[in-house]
């Protein structure tokens, strides 16, 4: 089946604007992560979704950052009033089971770029 | 909460030699330690993984060890080729937690 899908794949907002970016995972996954990477820079966390509990959103940087996943499976990742710094490349993974850790699987991420 | 050092950030070796990663971690409920690759514009993919339970694991050309005395754990590639050059991550968490990356190592491995 097809791997984890993450929509789009760039964009080029102006500072100031709103961004919603989308992650398919796959299908049956219970579990969900969203991570940032700067240029050149590791995986920085950001929120964590686990089945049915509270997601852990103890990465969120700002306020103007929050996620949702809606019928345990799609998410977005909302930016508010997008500033320059948020320019960077937002990886979701996802894998099987949210009570075990197994395997993440990444999708190719979103570029995002703000001017 | 967990923190995972990743030492070096960048390591060039001849093809043919052996390469080292190595991290350390600071939660000792720790219990899943996987390594992950990211090539250049892609997605980083699971390489190997170990769990607690164990202290090492070899596929192939490439082996992780864990020492969970000291919370530390490493990756080792021998015989290097060309295409073993990428942005190698380790990780660590535990069951039910988020996973937690280290800063990461780029590898060059010169023909």
């Known amino acids: 089946g097809a791997g984890v899908s993450q929509s789009p794949s760039n964009k080029v907002t102006e500072k100031g604007k709103d961004v919603e970016l989308r992650c398919d995972p796959i299908?049956?996954?219970?579990?969900l992560y969203w991570y940032r990477q700067s240029l050149g820079q590791g995986l920085e966390f950001l929120i964590y979704f686990q089945g049915n509990s509270a997601p852990d959103k103890s990465g969120l940087p700002s306020d103007r950052f929050s996620a949702e996943r809606t019928g345990g499976s799609v998410s977005t990742l909302t930016i508010q009033r997008t500033q320059q710094e948020d320019s960077a490349v937002y990886l979701c993974?996802?894998?099987?089971?949210?009570?075990?850790?197994?395997?993440?699987?990444f999708g190719q991420g979103t570029r995002l770029t703000v001017v | 909460g967990e923190n995972v050092e990743q030492h070096p950030s960048t390591l060039s070796v001849q093809e043919g030699d052996s390469a080292v990663i190595k991290c350390t971690y600071s939660d000792s409920a720790s219990n899943y330690f996987p390594w992950y690759k990211q090539e250049l514009g892609k997605g980083p993919q699971l390489i190997i993984d170990i769990r607690s339970n164990v202290g090492e694991k070899k596929d192939q050309r490439i082996a992780v060890t864990l020492n969970k005395t000291a919370k530390h754990f490493s990756l080792h590639i021998t015989e290097t080729q060309p295409e073993d050059s990428a942005v190698y991550f380790c990780?660590?968490?535990?069951?039910?937690?988020?996973?937690?990356f280290g800063t990461g190592t780029r590898l060059q491995v010169f023909p």
């Open positions: 990780a660590a968490t535990s069951d039910t937690d988020k996973l937690i």
């Open positions: 993974a996802s894998s099987l089971d949210a009570t075990v850790n197994t395997e993440a699987f």
């Open positions: 299908s049956g996954h219970t579990a």
